[in-house]
């Protein structure tokens, strides 16, 4: 069965670093577009990043100029490399992707389990 399983969540102070990694496995027979979303306390959930198959990337303004997503094809891994991190990036984080499993007809979405990111100031 496909699976998303995210690491590199934790606790960081402002102006630091983490990079989220998320792993597609199990029977996939292509990936399309991989992404970033996450959910603070009390709001709905947002796009953070995207990234196609191609390699073309679309970002939130909030984190453009210190977010960057990149994806490793070989590897089904995306990641979500965060700088300069602020209080306000505070959330939990879910892996997307648009996955096609061995043996259907169509792509699937599919959701990791969600990372927490905590950003003390």
């Known amino acids: 069965q496909v699976q998303l399983v995210e690491s590199g969540g934790g606790l960081v102070q402002a102006g630091g670093s983490l990079r989220l990694s998320c792993a597609a496995s199990?029977?996939?027979?292509?990936?399309?577009?991989m992404g970033w979303y996450r959910q603070a306390p009390g709001n709905k959930r947002e796009l953070v990043a995207s990234?196609?198959?191609?390699?073309?990337?679309n970002y939130a303004d909030s984190v453009k100029g210190r977010f960057t997503i990149s994806r490793d094809n070989a590897k089904n891994t995306v990641y979500l490399q965060m700088n300069s991190l602020l209080p306000e990036d505070t959330a939990v984080y879910y892996c997307?992707?648009?996955?096609?499993?061995?043996?259907?007809?169509?792509?699937?979405?599919?959701w990791g389990q969600g990372s927490q990111v905590t950003v003390s100031s």
């Open positions: 199990g029977s996939i027979f292509s990936i399309n577009t």
């Open positions: 990234i196609t198959s191609g390699g073309s990337t």
């Open positions: 997307n992707a648009q996955i096609w499993p061995i043996a259907r007809m169509r792509s699937y979405d599919y």
